[in-house]
């Protein structure tokens, strides 16, 4: 398996523009996470899928972020309008259960000018 | 193994020598444990887990020890290799709950 895929790798775009990133999970993973990264937060969970659902969406910041997962191998996160404050690397990550280990994708690192 | 603000807790470990990089968690409630390794522009890479009915566990060059009482885990590298260089995570999964991670220690292999 190619692992967990992501794009695109680098995004740089400037405030106000609409932003989605793309994640193909490994297949047969029912589990899908999305997190973003930033040196002074660490490694927050956004959002999570289970068989394509979202399960727990507390950690998107505002409603400017949206998840969606409308099969088992593709899903997207969106901002809209983006934010400086949002440059960061996203990363996705994908398991066969909830409790199981994690396969992380190399992340969108993003540039909000 | 927390950080402060936007500098990284760092360990910096003679080639050859043993790492120990240590985690403090939250949740006495928590219930599985995950070691993550991430190099410069990658994704975090699983390396080791545990659950909390188990103390230690044991990988190839890796040991996770869990110490329930002071919630404590610990990640234990043998004779280190510039590889290794990398920052580690600790992540805490809570039943019924999201799984959360630590802000990382950066480990610096000395030549």
């Known amino acids: 398996d190619a692992g967990v895929i992501q794009s695109p790798r680098h995004e740089v775009t400037e405030m106000g523009q609409e932003v989605t990133l793309r994640c193909k999970p490994i297949?047969?993973?029912?589990?899908l996470f999305w997190y973003r990264q930033t040196m002074m937060r660490g490694l927050e969970l956004l959002i999570y899928?289970?068989?394509?659902?979202?399960?727990?969406d507390s950690g998107m910041p505002e409603d400017r972020f949206s998840a969606k997962m409308p099969n088992a191998s593709f899903s997207t996160l969106k901002i809209q309008p983006s934010e400086p404050r949002d440059s960061a690397v996203y990363f996705c990550?994908?398991?066969?259960?909830?409790?199981?280990?994690?396969?992380f994708g190399p992340g969108t690192r993003l540039l909000v000018l | 193994g927390e950080s402060v603000g936007l500098h990284l807790p760092t360990l910096s470990v003679q080639e050859g020598d043993n790492s120990i990089i240590n985690c403090a968690y939250s949740?006495?409630?928590?219930?599985?444990f995950i070691w993550y390794k991430q190099e410069s522009g990658k994704g975090p890479q699983f390396i080791i887990d545990?659950?909390?009915?188990?103390d230690k566990r044991q990988g190839q060059r890796v040991t996770v020890l869990l110490n329930k009482t002071v919630k404590h885990l610990s990640l234990q590298i043998a004779a280190t290799q510039p590889g290794d260089s990398a920052v580690y995570f600790c992540?805490?999964?809570?039943?019924?709950?999201?799984?959360?991670f630590g802000k990382g220690t950066r480990l610096h292999i000395l030549p």
């Open positions: 990550a994908s398991s066969l259960g909830r409790e199981e280990t994690q396969y």
């Open positions: 545990i659950r909390s009915n188990m």
């Open positions: 949740n006495s409630a928590s219930d599985y």
């Open positions: 297949s047969g993973h029912d589990y």
């Open positions: 992540a805490e999964n809570r039943r019924d709950d999201k799984i959360i």
């Open positions: 899928f289970n068989n394509n659902v979202p399960i727990d």
